[in-house]
Nanobody, 114 residues
Framework: QVQLVESGGGVVRSGGSLRLSCEMF????????MAWYRQYPGKTRELIAH???????HYADAVKGRFTISRDNSRKLLSLQMESLTPEDTAVYYC????????WGQGTQVTVSS
């Protein structure tokens, strides 16, 4: 059974940076395409970045050039480096496997103050 555990959320000022991490337990991490989603209150989760098993990355336009997704297969770790944060980035962030069924982390709150 796959379990994803996230860490690294918090409160940061506009223009600041945060790094999110997501560790996998119980799965063969290297075989999964991994992704980060975020969710605004009352909205559905939106895909913001994903990284394939070969390391190819893809970003939503809203975060392109500011966020960097990366993976460390030896540590079963997924990361999201977030730069130049704005209040519009305030949301709950989730890591997930791109698989059927999808596996989700518990979510971590990111709050950017103006």
């Amino acid at each position: 059974q796959v379990q994803l555990v996230e860490s690294g959320g918090g409160v940061v000022r506009s223009g600041g940076s945060l790094r999110l991490s997501c560790e996998m337990f119980g799965g063969i991490y290297s075989t999964y395409t991994m992704a980060w989603y975020r969710q605004y209150p009352g909205k559905t989760r939106e895909l913001i970045a994903h990284i394939t098993t070969s390391g190819a990355t893809h970003y939503a336009d809203a975060v392109k050039g500011r966020f960097t997704i990366s993976r460390d297969n030896s540590r079963k770790l997924l990361s999201l480096q977030m730069e130049s944060l704005t209040p519009e980035d305030t949301a709950v962030y989730y890591c997930a496997t791109i698989s059927a069924p999808k596996n989700w982390g518990q979510g971590t709150q990111v709050t950017v103050s103006s």
